[in-house]
């Protein structure tokens, strides 16, 4: 099937260098809030990218559950595939692509386990079948059935039948520490405006790249 055809001209809403704040935090924010006004579907969305020790590279996408002035946060089985790449090699990528405001954010940084008290705030502020849900799966193993998945939640649901469901030993949050932020807004003519935030030291220093 030839795509060559799929065009689509962006607008040309741009984005300057003086519309960005110093903070990529704060920029990140003001764009999220954006993203979430507007009824972009699922914002928190973002592609994590990780390596395996072959150096071959995986992606998926994971929810962004929290931000702050430290990182981006996002919770997984810490037996998981992406969770045993990132023991081997912690550096990785997250992307946000919110197409319809033609803009994208790219995050490369560490990825670091956040602490048991973190998980576990999340963890009881989730609903109760997800909760389960974190007990049932052993992420990334290779399974028989969707059945044995379904056989798992039953025996789940009837262990934890009366009071409070413990956070698994085996399931818990990363923060990515970012060490590069870019935002980027589409533009006319394929002359994207592309800002990529570097930290130098204490501080960040914003380069605008060609598209």
Known sequence: MDLAEFRKEYSDRGLSLEELNPDPFAQFSAWFIQATEL?????????????DDSGMPYQ?????????GEGFVFFTNYSSRKAQQIALNPQVSLLL??????????????AEKITTAESLRYFTSRPRESQIGAWVSNQSEVITSRKFLLQKLAEMREKFRHGEIPLPSFWGGFRVVPTAIEFWQGGPARLHDRFLYRKSGATWQIERLAP
């Open 39 to 51: 009824a972009v579907h699922e914002p928190n969305a973002m592609t994590l990218a990780t390596v």
């Open 60 to 68: 998926r996408t994971v929810l962004l559950k929290y931000y702050d």
């Open 97 to 110: 692509p919110w197409i319809t405001l033609e803009r994208q954010i790219v995050i490369q940084g560490r």
